[in-house]
Every structure is written in C-alpha cells, then in structure tokens.
C-alpha cells in the first residue's frame, strides 16, 4: 500500500503529481483556435509515481509527458509516464527504491543498478525522432504518436554519456549542437561537446574539464561560437558522502564563461571570468564582429538549492531577471560586461527558433509580477528587442502559467508571426488549460484555451513540430 506523501513545498498545491494517465479526444474550446495551427506539442515534467526516498527535489520525479494534438479547430489530449528503469523497478517494488541526487539514499535492493534516468526536464524533436531529456543521461525515445516508451537512444551507438536537456538545434543547417557535464565520473568537472547532423547521425564528440564542478543546466550557441556558462552552483562527492548536499552555491569559486568557435575545437576555448551569478536558462545569442552578445534569465544566486553551509539561498537574490552578456573577443579581453534589460522577475525564456543564434527581435518569457506563490509565474511577457519595449498580459489571482512555446503561423512567415502555446494552472478550479496567445500581441490575452478537466503539475520545458512529421 502507498504510503502519504511527505509534507514538502515541491510536493504540495500544483506540485503535486496526478499519479494518473489519460486520452481525451476533444478537449472543450473557449474561444477559437487558429486553423493554420496544426502541430503536435508536448510538455514535460516530473510526476512522482511514489513518496519519495530520502530528500526529495523537484528535478528528480519520474518524468511525465503531455501532448496536445491540435488539428481543424479541435484538441486531443493525451499523457503518459516515461517507463524508464527507475519506473519499472520500482512500479515491481511498489514504493521509492531511488534517491534523489545523492546515491547514499539507495535502497540496498538497486545498490550498484545503472538507470536511464528519469527523463522529465525537456522533450525536442529531431531527425524523425521525438526525445525526452534530462541532463544526467543519455536521451529516450518515445512514439511520438502514442507516447509509447522505446528506451534509451544513442545515436545508433555511437554517443555514451549524458546529454542536456538544452540542445540547440542550428535553423540553417539542422544540425543538433549538445553538451554534457559530470562525464568523467559523479560530480567530476568533465564536459563533453557533440553535434548531430539534420538526419540524427551523431558527426562530433569532444571532452575537455571545466575550472570547477558545475550544474550545467543549460548552454548558449550562436552561428559562430559554442558558450559553456561553467557557475558556482558545485557538485562535490566529499559533501555527498557526509551527507550534506551534493549540490551547493559558493560564490567565492565564481563564474567562467568559456567561449569555443563553432569551426575549432574543445582545444580552442578560451575563458572568461565574472561575478558569480547563475543561469538556468539562455533566450539567445548572436556574435557580431568581436561581439557575442547573449540574453539569459539571470540570478544573483542559484534558487532551489543551499549554500555548502546548508543554509538557505537568499530569496531576494534567488530571481532572475533578463540579462544581456556582452563578451568582447579581443585578444586581451577577459570579462563579462552584464545589463539587466527587465525589472521583472521571470523565467524560461524561448523565442522564434528560426532565429536561433542569430540576430532577433521577439523574445518572450513567464513572468511574476511580485505576487506571493508557490511558481509565481502569473504574467507572459514578450520582449521587443528593437523597441526595447516589454508587454505582458496577467493572469487572474490564483492562477499560474509556464513556458511560452513559439510556432510560426506559417513555415515562411516572418519573425514573430505567430503563436505562444502554455499551460495555465487555474488555481480556483485546481485544474489547467493549454492556453494559445497571438505572439504579436500578447496583452490581449489568449485567442483559446483547451480545458482540462485535470491539472497538469508544475514542470519544466516543452516543444513541437507539424503533424506532417517535419
């Protein structure tokens, strides 16, 4: 019998899993969907089929997609648990066999056992093939049709080691640039750096190690130059094997930037230091002569995780805000010079992927406008870089939204033509809606929702691609 979930802030209100998998075939519409929109889109996230075992994180739940089908004006509904060996083991054990980041809080029945991982961060669609992601593993396939789990996909073994959950796909070339951290061992300062090509053939793989052990969350590419953000959020086996977190912020290592041209090698990275700062997730990036400028989600401190001390992040400094990074690339340049473009504390920064790594205009963003909250993203918010002009729309009280997903009204359509697809949480009612915004304008609010008759928990990242497969 399964036991109560513990009492636990990323376990509580909206983070809490639904334990459940559904098909809905036609979702209600209030308003009307736009009839060019025809895509399939998908959100990950975790969803804990079990209380969990030992500390638990809100990054370490079974993963969990949800996909919309939208076509002729309608919307079908359908999620599923990504059956990774976590899952099936511990679905045949009936409880927790795992622990979170720390590998002390293993039950002794898995001791020794490699996972899959969990597969819950991020979910892309590249080469015919539709993967779900998160960064201490390899990529897992998935039917992209029936959400059926196919297993672990290696680039027809020729990849080993983890991926990110942040690949940056080229708009010109299609090719997939990725990275991954911690690949000489646990909490190690190895990295390694991959590009497939637009069919998935896995063309480039180098390794080099980092200045310092790092949570890499994410990365930054332009059409010229490959950014590894290398902050002092540190990974250190010593304080795991004491029991004190695995990982932790200390500011007094700070923060290097190591910047590699596209057409070189790992050999070819060339370091830059700054304050210490964290970022979870990059908007874009573009050089320009002996300029990369980058836009990021930029905290002062990393939220979600303590001092080595153990003590808490402070929340003042535990929001991010838009960043621009400016890195000068002249032969004795070494720093980072950082302007802050937004007031407003935000998160999970997409854009127009057709302008991926090269110059744009339209940036969009989930927004808290200082209301107290367990996400506290309750406003979206596009960014007009050529106006350097920030519109939002609000929700009501109680209600909370997550990433802003672009797709283009039309293949050839031009930057910003297009729609923002999201999840809203509608707190009074305890359920969600898949929400679609004209990206031109979003202040006026969405042109349609898709009703939920459930809630869809908390998660992280989503995507898409034409129901005709491409």
């Given amino acids: 019998m399964t036991q109560p979930y513990p009492v636990h802030p990323q376990l509580q209100g909206n983070f809490a899993p639904i334990r459940m998998e559904a098909d809905i075939d036609d979702l209600v519409i209030e308003g009307e969907l736009?009839?060019?929109?025809?895509?399939?889109?998908?959100?990950?996230?975790?969803?804990?089929?079990?209380?969990?075992?030992?500390?638990?994180?809100?990054?370490?739940?079974?993963?969990?997609?949800?996909?919309?089908?939208?076509?002729?004006?309608?919307?079908?509904?359908?999620?599923?648990?990504l059956r990774t060996i976590k899952?099936?083991?511990?679905r045949d054990a009936g409880r927790s066999l795992f622990g979170a980041f720390n590998p002390m809080d293993a039950d002794p029945s898995v001791a020794g056992i490699e996972t899959d991982g969990v597969a819950n961060t991020n979910v892309i669609w590249h080469g015919g093939r539709l993967l779900a992601l998160e960064e201490g593993h390899a990529p897992f396939e998935v039917d992209s049709k029936t959400l059926e789990s196919i297993g672990p996909w290696r680039f027809d073994d020729t990849f080993e080691g983890p991926m990110t959950a942040h690949p940056k796909i080229d708009p010109?070339?299609?090719?997939?640039?990725?990275?991954?951290?911690?690949?000489d061992g646990l909490l190690g300062k190895g990295l390694s750096y991959q590009v497939v090509n637009a069919d998935g053939v896995l063309t480039r793989s180098e390794r080099f190690e980092a200045p310092i052990s790092s949570m890499v969350h994410d990365f930054i590419v332009t059409s010229e130059h490959v950014i590894f953000p290398i902050l002092p959020l540190t990974g250190s086996v010593q304080r795991a094997m004491r029991g004190e977190p695995a990982f932790a912020w200390e500011p007094e290592k700070g923060s290097h930037i190591g910047v590699m041209p596209r057409d070189g090698s790992?050999?070819?990275?060339?370091?830059?230091?700054?304050?210490?700062?964290?970022?979870?997730?990059?908007?874009n990036a573009m050089t320009s002569g002996n300029t990369i400028r980058a836009h990021v989600m930029q905290f002062e401190e990393a939220p979600l995780f303590p001092h080595a001390d153990g003590s808490a992040a402070d929340p003042k400094k535990a929001n991010a805000r838009l960043c621009e990074?400016?890195?000068?690339?002249?032969?004795?340049?070494?720093?980072?010079?950082?302007?802050?473009?937004?007031?407003?504390?935000?998160?999970?920064?997409?854009?127009?992927?057709?302008?991926?790594?090269?110059?744009?205009?339209h940036g969009y963003y989930a927004a808290s406008t200082g209301r107290e909250g367990s996400m506290g993203f309750n406003a979206l918010v596009h960014h007009d870089f050529a106006k350097d002009v920030a519109t939002r729309y609000e929700l009501d009280a109680g209600d909370y939204l997550g990433e802003p997903v672009f797709v283009p009204e039309a293949e050839g359509a031009e930057e910003g033509a297009g729609f923002l697809l999201t999840l809203i949480y509608r707190g009074a009612e305890n359920r969600s809606d898949l929400a679609v915004f004209d990206a031109r304008d979003v202040a006026l609010g969405?042109?349609?929702?898709?009703?939920?008759?459930?809630?869809?928990?908390?998660?992280f990242h989503g995507n898409w691609h034409y129901l005709n497969g491409s």
């Fill in 266 to 283: 790992v050999k070819d990275i060339r370091w830059y230091e700054t304050d210490p700062c964290y970022v979870f997730h990059s908007m």
């Fill in 34 to 81: 736009p009839r060019s929109l025809e895509v399939a889109y998908y959100r990950n996230g975790p969803d804990p089929q079990f209380p969990p075992r030992g500390e638990h994180h809100w990054f370490t739940g079974d993963g969990m997609l949800h996909q919309f089908v939208i076509a002729e004006g309608k919307v079908r509904y359908r999620n599923r648990w």
């Fill in 446 to 459: 969405p042109v349609a929702v898709g009703q939920l008759p459930h809630r869809v928990p908390y998660g």
């Fill in 87 to 90: 899952w099936h083991k511990e």
């Fill in 172 to 183: 010109v070339t299609g090719e997939m640039m990725f990275f991954g951290y911690m690949v």
């Fill in 325 to 361: 990074w400016e890195i000068d690339l002249a032969d004795n340049a070494r720093g980072v010079k950082r302007t802050y473009l937004d007031d407003i504390t935000g998160e999970f920064p997409r854009l127009d992927e057709r302008r991926a790594g090269l110059e744009y205009r």
